[in-house]
């Protein structure tokens, strides 16, 4: 006999769907547009402007911010932002997210104790710059200087991921007859050898652009200082290639054979920057190609 208490008991966890409203969180995003001339991206989507509405935010955006990666004012309004005209309005915000550093101009119109994320950059900021955002109090986030548990900083490793991959595809482009260059096949053809991408730099840059030119059939050679980012760079790869610190007779002579050459070596968080010679670039071929991701 079944007692009727026992008929209703479950082992089955029953969830309650809770519904939450949404929170009126007074703080106001603003997104200026950036210098389209030298720089392309933008800090949010019409998609991440959409979860920051749904989280209670007030997103402000300069009219046309969005053109340089395809989105007009449109998409940003349907996703709950507001689009003012001028830039004074956008740096009124309590939050400005940008992607390049702010200027000077910018911080003048930003409101004391505002907070800007971007990269900063901290080594061609202005020290008048700097000083001007100390007297504000503004507070500053830097992509470049977050860093995860293992010490790794997210923001560089996606954007050296992006330039690696990028670099492969923009030589491809290059070297074609349709653009003026050589006519040449990056990957070659049985019987022809092979294109030859010297790349500058072991790092995360370095490493996406040998995969992606080693996946298309090229010949690929490695410099860097670090020896044990040559390790690395051939432990990932899975295979064994070309590798050499940065010895000038050894550059000398694969310049000469070179038909892409990538400067790949970090920028970002670095005091000092690589320059590739001019004795080197006198040495290469007619219609080669040197490619900088700086």
């Known amino acids: 006999m079944i007692y009727e208490p026992l008929r209703s008991t479950q082992f089955v966890v029953r969830e309650l769907l809770l519904k939450a409203d949404?929170?009126?969180?007074?703080?106001v995003i603003g997104i200026p547009k950036e210098n389209q001339k030298v720089e392309k991206r933008l800090a949010i989507t019409?998609?991440?402007?959409?979860?920051?509405v749904e989280s209670g935010y007030q997103v402000m955006i300069e009219s046309d911010a969005g053109l340089a990666i395809n989105y007009s004012d449109r998409y940003y309004s349907d996703s709950g932002a507001n689009i003012v005209q001028t830039k004074a309005e956008?740096?009124?915000?309590?939050?400005?997210?940008?992607?390049?550093?702010p200027t000077f101009d910018e911080v003048s119109m930003m409101k004391p104790r505002s907070s800007v994320f971007s990269f900063l950059q901290l080594y061609l900021i202005?020290?008048?710059?700097?000083?001007?955002?100390?007297?504000?109090?503004?507070?500053?986030?830097?992509?470049?200087?977050?860093?995860?548990?293992?010490?790794?900083?997210?923001?560089v490793t996606a954007i050296s991921e992006i330039e690696g991959a990028y670099s492969i595809s923009v030589a491809s482009e290059l070297l074609s007859s349709a653009h003026g260059g050589k006519g040449i096949l990056l990957g070659g053809v049985p019987g022809i050898s092979p294109t030859e991408v010297v790349i500058i730099g072991a790092?995360?840059?370095?490493?996406?652009?040998?995969?992606?030119?080693?996946?298309?059939?090229?010949?690929?050679?490695?410099?860097?200082?670090d020896i044990n980012k040559l390790r690395k760079?051939?432990?990932?790869?899975?295979?064994?290639?070309?590798?050499?610190?940065?010895?000038?007779?050894?550059?000398?002579?694969?310049?000469r054979s070179a038909d892409v050459v990538i400067g790949a070596?970090?920028?970002?968080?670095?005091?000092?920057?690589y320059r590739i010679s001019t004795d080197l670039i006198r040495v290469m071929k007619k219609g080669s190609l040197i490619i900088d991701l700086r």
Do not use: C, W
């Open 22 to 27: 949404k929170q009126n969180i007074s703080l």
């Open 46 to 52: 019409p998609e991440t402007t959409a979860l920051l």
């Open 90 to 101: 956008v740096f009124q915000a309590d939050i400005i997210l940008k992607v390049s550093a």
């Open 126 to 155: 202005s020290s008048e710059t700097l000083e001007l955002m100390a007297e504000k109090r503004i507070n500053a986030l830097a992509y470049e200087l977050i860093y995860d548990d293992s010490q790794i900083s997210p923001f």
């Open 203 to 225: 790092g995360v840059a370095g490493a996406v652009a040998a995969r992606a030119a080693l996946a298309l059939g090229a010949t690929v050679k490695i410099f860097d200082n």
């Open 233 to 255: 760079i051939q432990h990932e790869l899975g295979r064994m290639v070309f590798t050499s610190t940065l010895q000038p007779n050894v550059l000398r002579n694969v310049f």
């Open 265 to 273: 070596m970090q920028y970002v968080n670095k005091t000092h920057l």
